[in-house]
């Protein structure tokens, strides 16, 4: 590695990350995707900006690695759309999503099947049994989960996912007992195993 990590790009995916980490190794740049997987490790967190799929490369490339970058932006994320008067796929947005009434952002969904968190995910069908919409990070379809608070200024719906574990009721079911109860028997039998081996 060519000096300390140094982040040169935030990008709008992990996929666009990616393929500005192809276009810098194909320059002879040795580059890695940082906060790729954040999403699913966050859980309920609402993540932001800082959760970002991110490009780095070593402090001493970093200069040169931008200006491509700064290129690559140029010619992929800004770019405008070749045939302007074609009109846009119906299932490109959700025209409906809910705002907040207080500050008029989006309001932040979850992805049930990855943990991701947006206010941008792509329509994919409205149809009797509600909205669908697709998560680009794992590629799969998913029924929007609320949060209960807004993102931008923390205005409380009533009813969504608490992000705040502490007001959380634990669920103290059946199955975690079962659950618990097997771990201590194993933990039981380990204990009792070194137990003869060191007698």
């Known amino acids: 590695m060519s000096g300390p ?20 190794e194909e320059r002879g740049i040795a580059s890695w995707v940082v906060n790729d997987n954040i999403q699913v490790a966050g859980g309920e967190l609402p993540l932001g900006w800082s959760a970002a799929a991110c490009v780095a490369v070593g402090e001493t490339d970093a200069v040169e ?3 491509i970058a700064e290129e690559f932006d140029r010619t992929t994320a800004h770019e405008p759309a070749a045939d302007t008067s074609a009109e846009p ?15 008029q952002a989006r309001r932040q969904v ?4 990855c943990g ?20 680009e990070a794992c590629d799969d379809h ?11 200024c923390g205005y409380d719906y009533g009813e969504g996912i608490a992000v705040d ?25 380990i204990a009792a195993y070194f137990y003869v081996l060191m007698k």
């Open 5 to 24: 990590p140094t982040i040169i790009y935030h990008a709008a995916s992990t996929q666009q990350a990616h393929i500005l980490k192809g276009v810098l």
């Open 65 to 67: 690695a931008r200006q």
């Open 89 to 103: 796929a119906a299932s490109d947005e959700w025209k409906d999503w809910p705002v907040c009434p207080q500050c």
């Open 110 to 113: 979850r992805c049930g099947i």
């Open 116 to 135: 991701s968190a947006g206010t941008s995910f792509p329509l994919a069908d409205i149809g009797d049994n509600g909205v669908l919409l697709m998560c």
């Open 142 to 152: 998913f029924r929007p989960e609320m949060f209960r608070l807004c993102h931008q």
């Open 165 to 189: 574990g502490p007001h959380t009721p634990v669920d103290y079911s059946p199955r975690m007992w079962v659950v618990v109860g097997g771990m201590a028997a194993v933990a039981a039998a």
